[in-house]
């Protein structure tokens, strides 16, 4: 899986796929195992904002090394996406403080998991 | 390897500017501090309180339609990248765009969200 | 002009469902912002738009071509699978005016949040491409989200809110992470084109980790095990109109999507892939049958039932023929109808701050209130797969193209559980007709009676005469 090359200067120092791919793995990973680990709710979605970057870093990276444009295209539309999501979440995080004065997840205990 | 050669580089010459200039003024320049000069800038306004502390509810709302709007106007930035190779097709497009924005928009001024009392 | 380099009229009729629907929204937007008090005004709105949409629907219904770009599909089985989600959002939104006014909690923006989350369905259920899928569902759960914390004073509906938020971003993560790779290994988000590069992209390590992860967040959607943890929470919590059209139209929605995305890695008939769906569908009907057992809570009951149709339907998916698909879809139609009526039932017998929804508060319904009785039976004896209702139908399909794919087990297993469940659905049957009780019940609305009676006409009449609908799926596989 090395593609051709899309970026026109500079090709002997182009960084290879893989690096990004394995940053990008990375990120993905710190942010399941936020998610999984804080009981903060504002960290947690942190932590999944940080997997959708992750994960836009993969695209931004195929779409660049595949000369695509429809990997850059479904960043878009993911960022918009994600900005929809934040809006949301932060609304309910903060309807929840305001009937339970907390944001932490383990004290949601009126419905049990 | 050989590629990351010019970053390291780099660093090493940015350190080392930092830390020398850094030391040099520590030494040569005078040294005269007062309660005006340490305390926080403020766009020369004198600071009220500490930064530290929790803000209005009321900014959140503000942030969050923030983020909305502006993230909605990256789906601009393609289309003036390409405004003349999608001519009036774009264009029309663009303005049924922002019209759906626009009727967003008008809902959260309808209902009160950018009142600040 | 140089309009027609970018789309042609084709495309406009054949997205032409999504956009009135997308209009309509809007117009209730405006209408609910610009008019004081108009909750009744945005309510026909909405109305309005779903019925045009449902129109634009049926004149689809005879295309066969894709739109923009090979991004959506038009005609057949998109124009079915948008009729089945708009005729649910139809049936949701007459059940959710009474209850919604009985709770004193009418809001406009209630119904607008409604349409939007059906477009979103739409356009899962017409996606050529996974770009489509994932916007589809995005709409979808972003609406779900703010829906199920509609309740916004009630600590509950919030906890349930932000149960679902953070669950359900925490699966488009892994669903949009499955997308990269196979963009990765195909070059290409199309269905279509993926499809065109089998079976060699099969064989790239990455474009398989790419549809495991996928179907992670698709089981995340649809609520199967083992990714099932939100789904009894968020139903308990979610106001009870809410949990009605999450639990059909939101289900449906995801199997819809589910099919199209996988009806081309599964037609590779790979053992592994076939295996792994499997043993989430057992996963799913053993473990939702299970916790249904020891379940009080009515709504909490239902949950992990939904859990155990999934559990049914996914055999569907692992069968990874069209006989499956068809079993699906048909069963979706049948669980959509027996769960509305259900859920419409629960919705009118509910109480202030959830009251009345254990199986005791249901004791002695059956001289109360005879025909909600009887219907409330009906619905359960569908969901059991006892004939001549919908459900019968819907499972026999299902088990006999796991059998013809030599997954016997999996039917066999279907079977067995299907037998547990008897259990808790026919208990409550008993609770009402065999057991003293009669508290005072809460006014009852003509509006939910009218929705609930033609939800049971409609499984009645898809048990006797279920050709109704397998012609016309089958026209469409």
Redesign the interface.
Known sequence: MTGKNACPTKSNFMIPLNHYLLLSAFLFSCGVLGVVVRRNAIVVFMCIELMLNAVNLSLIAFSSYLGDATGQMLVFFVMVVAAAEAAVGLAIIISLFRNKQTVNVDELNILKW | MQ?YIPIFLMIGVGLFLGITFLTLQRFLGPHRPNPEKLSTYESGMPPVRTARERFS?KY?MVA??F??F???V??LY?WAVNFRA????GYIEMILFIL?LL??Y??I???GALQWD | MDMMEYFSNADLVGSSPILALGTFSLIALLVNSLVKNSQKIVFWVCVAGVVVSLWFAFDNFELNHTAFSDMLLVGGYASFYSILFLVITLFALFLSVPYLEKEEYHLGEYYILIILSTIGMMLMGSAGDLITIFLGIEIMSVAFYVLAGYFRTKLSSNESALKYFLLGAFATGFLLYGIALIYGTTGTTNLIRIAAQYPQAFMDPLHLIGWGLVLIGFSFKVAAVPFHMWVPDVYEGAPTSVTAFMSTGGKAAAFSAFILAFSVPMSMHDPKLTMVIAILAAASMLIGNWFGLSQTNLKRMLAYSSIAHAGYMLIGIASGTQLGQQGITFYLVSYGLTNLGAFGVIAMLEKENGKNLSYEDYAGLARTKPALAALLSMFMFSLTGIPPFAGFVGKYYLFASAVQSNLTWLAILGVITSLFSTYYYLRIVVYMYFREGGEELPPLSRISFATVVLSGIGIVVLGIVPSLILDVLKSMF
């Open positions: 590629a509810v959140y969050v339609l983020i909305l502006d993230i909605e990256i789906f393609p999608l001519g009036v097709f759906i009727i967003g008008i809902y001024l309808k209902k």
